[in-house]
């Protein structure tokens, strides 16, 4: 069993430059979490940071890490991701296994040591001594990637983020959507539901004075146009509760600011006109995952009835949060049990039964 050990939590307030590390580990709830709480309450909690025994997350899933880059390329620029990010080494003067290095050593006419770590230390030695340019060495070359910070990516993947990252920038109708604003800022605040006070928290990819820019990837959808794929993404992830859930907390913005709870580096006279602002729209843009470098963007203006409904969604995730915690609290498992009923022709989906 996992011994999970809740962090400290964030004090309410609006943070630049925090990794995304901590801010994903703070309990507080996030969009995921709502859109959890909406739908089933104790499926929030088996995954949340209250489970002592929550299932590990692998963050360095290969998805995730191709995300992270992408936003890295897009949100901040390709030399800021070229500072964090080296493509994986191939080629066919790559030295890679013990025996490749034996036989460099040996055509050299030296002995090879036993050990793999040897080889590589004694051919380092060699080029240093006489001047020459050390051959590449995968181990080596990993090594020198990890002590810098830099995360190695697989060929295909790489170039698929240089592909995506730049047909968003080069679109004209959405290049501008990353200008004029700050990359990865992220707002912690609590607000009273019910009687009760709930800690909650949003991460906007890209804020800019008048909107929140979110970056999405979605795989496109065989025999339907690209934007035709965006939108259904849009509702089958239900990412207008997360647009509305941002809005929520980008409108604690300002009375944040006022109360000095700014934390990081950042302008002062940009984030005035920031908090300045009395309107401000959720702009979703869109890059393709697989085949043609696809892009797309759709803006929810203040006033969007989209919006309305995921501010009901947000309030349904709230009730249900405060009910079950009141009914179970923190460390129990958050299990309702249903009664037995009888199963009808309108529970089942529309398409069943079909002709």
Not at 209 to 230: I, N, W, Y
Not at 289 to 297: D, E, R, Y
């Amino acid at each position: 069993m996992n011994a999970h050990v809740a962090p400290e939590p964030f004090a309410d307030g609006l943070y630049f430059g925090l990794d995304e590390t901590p801010y994903h580990a703070d309990p507080a709830l996030g969009s995921t979490d709502l859109k959890q709480l909406a739908a089933e309450p104790a499926a929030y909690w088996f995954g949340s940071a209250l489970n002592p025994d929550r299932p590990e997350q692998d963050e360095d899933a290969a998805h995730r890490i191709v995300g992270r880059a992408v936003h890295k390329f897009v949100l901040e620029g390709p030399q800021a991701f070229n500072a964090r990010f080296d493509r994986y080494p191939e080629g066919d003067d790559l030295l890679v296994t013990a025996d490749q290095l034996g036989a460099w050593l040996k055509d050299r006419g030296e002995k090879a040591p036993a050990t793999k770590a040897g080889r590589i230390e004694l051919i380092r030695a060699l080029c240093d001594a006489d001047g020459s340019e050390p051959p590449r060495i995968l181990d080596h070359l990993l090594k020198e990637a990890a002590d810098a910070g830099r995360t190695m990516l697989k060929g295909p993947d790489f170039d698929r983020i240089i592909q995506a990252g730049g047909a968003v920038l080069d679109n004209p109708h959405l290049a501008g959507s990353f200008h004029g604003g700050a990359a990865e800022v992220s707002i912690f605040w609590t607000e009273e539901f019910d009687g009760e006070p709930v800690r909650r928290k949003a991460r906007f990819d890209f804020l800019k004075p008048r909107a929140v820019v979110d970056l999405k990837s979605t795989r496109p959808m065989d025999g339907m146009p690209f934007v035709a794929s965006c939108r259904k993404a849009l509702g089958q992830w239900n990412y207008p509760t997360q647009a509305a859930a941002y809005l929520q907390g980008r409108a604690r913005l300002a009375s944040l600011v006022a109360e000095g709870r700014v934390f990081g580096e950042h302008d002062p006279a940009w984030l005035a006109r920031v908090a300045a602002a009395e309107q401000f729209a959720f702009c979703f843009i869109f890059w393709a995952s697989v085949g043609a470098p696809l892009t797309w963007g759709g803006v929810m203006s203040p006033g969007n009835p989209v919006l309305d409904v995921g501010e009901e969604y947000i309030r349904r995730a709230l009730e249900n949060y405060v009910a079950a915690r009141r009914a179970h609290g923190v460390s129990a498992p958050w299990i309702t049990h249903q009664p037995l009923e009888e199963i009808e022709l309108d529970h089942l989906p529309r398409w069943w039964g079909a002709a």
